[in-house]
């Protein structure tokens, strides 16, 4: 109860203190808070904005299941009030029904009043003090940042409730939570050649704020403390260290006895049900005659949490190094990445998995013609699995160390040109070349078994020529696929052609295209397929537009059968 009242004094001493930042604000002359008058400004009083579509569908053909007309009406209306408000109303009509949403009241309200260097956080806000304390969680109170902009010192602070109390309904899901209550700070001093920045957060739950106790659904009272300390510094020229280091002291049932407090941190509970939880992030990074290495640790224990956050990425340590450079007067760069990740930190799970990851980049830019991209990634995941019967039926501590290891290999490879053949103010040509290649096996024992193995092959080239007087555009391309897997061998290619334009000031546009493929399995034809596209866009009175679009396609198969399919669709759309 000491410790409710105590949260009882903090949380009213924050509220009084904001109240106090406004009052004066509002009774100084020379104060304004600028983004409020804004806000509740007589144009902001009241916004409608929105829209409305209409669409219709046409459609002949072989396929007996669509509908050979089809018609839909669709529109939203949205109220702004004071900026803070929307009141939402949409409607959806079609042939084959209707659907409509109608506006709800908002249960959520916040306020983010500035004045110079301090904003205010009022109503329901979420603040972020650090990964490993406060994160993103949202609450009802204040908090208030303070950024001056010459002196080194910034601060924040929050004060709320993360939780409100919920009783258990099946209806509901069976969802029950205790009243949490939570309130913390940030300090961060800031200097050209480094930084140092401390974090703290405190929450607990209201053991009393339910009526049934949910013991037997495993849910307890509990409390948390954070703290975090994180340091840049700027060694010397080129050298950069940042680290970061975060503890959270958990208690999962804060109504067992407690054990002995320490007096100067008299919020902190600790008895038979705490837990400590530590993480550690450190990154180098050092610039040394244009070459960048970079080097990064990460460590977080399992489990670890915080009651500031709502998803907490654990039981993991991390081993990162990158390298850039760029080479032959800055017209080649190249980029290196190779990252270790492994899991099972404590050895307490049957199963443990390693992960290695290697990337590059290397991007060649010659001339203004030129541009030459390629990238590479490579993964492998190695998982050991033990099985619980090993530790059983095991005679002595070395047998059956390992069960089962099974690794995951993974590599992806993509490559492209681009080449502008010429280019003036009458006309301009690019040349484009693109390709891509993946693969993916699994490894057990140490062999990769068959039919585990899969590989994918996209390769296309395409030409593009713009006429700048007129817009008038045409592309040719030609596409190939090409997959093996254990299934069998299955390729697809084919050409595509299209030529568009815009009229009258670019207000009205309009194209077509047409291409045709070719798919086989294990060299055999199964399918051919032939597309004609046409499209044409108006745009007037700024905002009405419509749209028309025509596709034709016949597809035929082995069995010498063919069926065609021509679609139309014409949409208005008026937006306000």
Not at 305 to 313: A, Q
């Given at each position: 109860m000491k410790k409710e009242k105590g949260f009882k004094r903090i949380l009213g001493g924050c509220l009084f203190g904001l109240c106090l930042l406004f009052a004066f604000s509002a009774k100084s002359q020379q104060i304004r808070l600028d983004n409020l008058k804004e806000q509740f400004s007589v144009k902001n009083l009241v916004r409608v904005n929105g829209g409305i579509a209409a669409n219709s569908v046409f459609y002949t053909g072989d396929n007996a299941a669509r509908q050979p007309f089809m018609w839909v009406l669709t529109g939203n209306i949205n109220i702004h009030l004071l900026n803070q408000f929307n009141i939402p109303f949409s409607y959806n009509l079609n042939n084959l029904g209707s659907n409509?949403?109608?506006?709800?009241?908002?249960?959520?309200?916040?306020?983010?009043?500035?004045?110079?260097?301090?904003?205010?956080?009022?109503?329901?806000?979420?603040?972020?003090?650090?990964?490993?304390?406060?994160?993103?969680?949202?609450?009802?109170?204040?908090?208030?940042?303070?950024?001056?902009?010459?002196?080194?010192?910034?601060?924040?602070?929050?004060?709320?409730?993360?939780?409100?109390?919920?009783?258990?309904?099946?209806?509901?899901?069976?969802?029950?939570?205790?009243?949490?209550?939570?309130?913390?700070?940030?300090?961060?001093?800031?200097?050209?050649?480094?930084?140092?920045?401390?974090?703290l957060f405190h929450a607990h739950d209201d053991e009393n704020s339910l009526l049934w106790k949910p013991d037997s659904l495993q849910v307890y009272p509990q409390s948390n403390l954070a703290f975090s300390w994180d340091v840049l510094l700027r060694l010397f020229s080129g050298m950069t260290l940042k680290a970061e280091y975060g503890m959270s002291i958990l208690t999962r049932d804060r109504r067992l006895p407690s054990g002995k407090r320490s007096n100067s941190l008299w919020f902190l509970e600790k008895n038979a049900s705490s837990v400590y939880y530590h993480a550690l992030k450190v990154n180098l990074d050092f610039l040394w005659k244009k070459n960048t290495f970079g080097l990064g640790?990460?460590?977080?224990?399992?489990?670890?949490?915080?009651?500031?956050?709502?998803?907490?990425?654990?039981?993991?340590?991390?081993?990162?190094?990158?390298?850039?450079?760029?080479?032959?007067?800055?017209?080649?760069?190249?980029?290196?990445?190779?990252?270790?990740?492994?899991?099972?930190?404590?050895?307490?799970?049957?199963e443990q998995t390693s992960r290695w990851v290697v990337a590059g980049n290397l991007n060649i830019v010659p001339n203004e013609q030129w541009n030459v991209s390629v990238a590479y990634s490579g993964f492998q995941s190695y998982t050991n699995i033990r099985s619980q019967f090993d530790y059983i039926n095991a005679t002595h501590q070395y047998e059956n160390l390992d069960t089962l290891d099974f690794t995951q290999l993974s590599q992806n490879l993509s490559m492209t040109v681009n080449y502008t053949v010429s280019e003036n103010d009458r006309k301009s040509q690019n040349l484009n070349l693109a390709f891509s290649f993946q693969e993916a096996a699994d490894k057990r024992g140490g062999m990769i078994h068959p039919g585990s193995v899969s590989r994918f092959y996209n390769g296309s080239v395409s030409y593009a020529l713009l006429f700048l007087p007129s817009s008038v555009r045409v592309t040719l391309s030609a596409n190939t696929t090409y997959n093996t897997a254990g299934s069998g061998d299955m390729l697809t290619y084919g050409p595509n052609a299209g030529v568009s334009s815009k009229f009258f000031d670019k207000k009205v546009s309009a194209g077509i295209s047409s291409s045709y493929n070719i798919s086989s399995v294990d060299g055999k034809v199964k399918g051919k397929v032939l597309n004609v596209r046409g499209s044409s866009a108006w745009r007037f009175l700024k905002k009405h537009s419509t749209n028309l679009s025509l596709v034709y396609q016949n597809r035929s198969g082995t069995s010498g059968r063919s069926s065609s399919d021509f679609t139309t669709t014409l949409n208005y759309t008026y937006s306000f």
């Open positions: 409509y949403t109608y506006p709800t009241l908002p249960n959520r309200l916040s306020l983010h009043p500035t004045y110079k260097w301090v904003t205010a956080h009022v109503g329901d806000v979420s603040m972020s003090f650090s990964p490993y304390t406060l994160s993103g969680h949202q609450f009802t109170g204040g908090g208030v940042e303070l950024k001056p902009g010459n002196f080194p010192l910034k601060a924040q602070f929050m004060c709320g409730r993360l939780l409100k109390e919920t009783e258990y309904d099946a209806r509901n899901g069976g969802i029950v939570a205790y009243r949490r209550l939570g309130y913390g700070g940030g300090i961060r001093y800031e200097k050209e050649n480094y930084q140092l920045g401390t974090t640790y990460e460590r977080v224990d399992p489990d670890y949490r915080s009651l500031g956050g709502y998803y907490f990425t654990n039981d993991l340590e991390n081993f990162t190094f990158n390298y850039a450079r760029p080479f032959w007067q800055d017209k080649i760069t190249l980029a290196l990445n190779l990252g270790i990740q492994r899991d099972n930190l404590d050895h307490t799970k049957r």
